[in-house]
């Protein structure tokens, strides 16, 4: 049984106004929410458990996360970016 090893973050691309307005030194400015976007990259297509360790390793140092996919799953990384920005969004 194979598996595949994906390294996925999230990021902060932008910032959009919600609508609402909020007073601030007798002045009212727009609110702004942070946009998020998934990252993913594919660590080893057909992992071993060395490969694991090494994924995990170089993410701890990045401040990623790995996931771990069956070898049968079609959208390893779709499925990761997701993951990704559920841990992130409230």
Do not use: H, S
């Amino acid at each position: 049984m194979t598996t595949q090893i994906v390294i996925a973050w999230a990021e902060q691309t932008a910032l959009a106004p919600t609508g609402r307005n909020i007073m601030r030194d007798l002045n009212w400015f727009p609110e702004f929410r942070a946009e998020w976007e998934g990252k993913a990259a594919m660590w080893c297509r057909k992992a071993k458990a060395a490969d694991q360790a090494k994924a995990e390793a170089y993410a701890a140092k990045e401040g990623k996360t790995v996931f771990v996919f069956d070898g049968a799953e079609k959208d390893p990384l779709g499925k990761a970016k997701a993951m990704a920005l559920a841990k992130v969004q409230p």
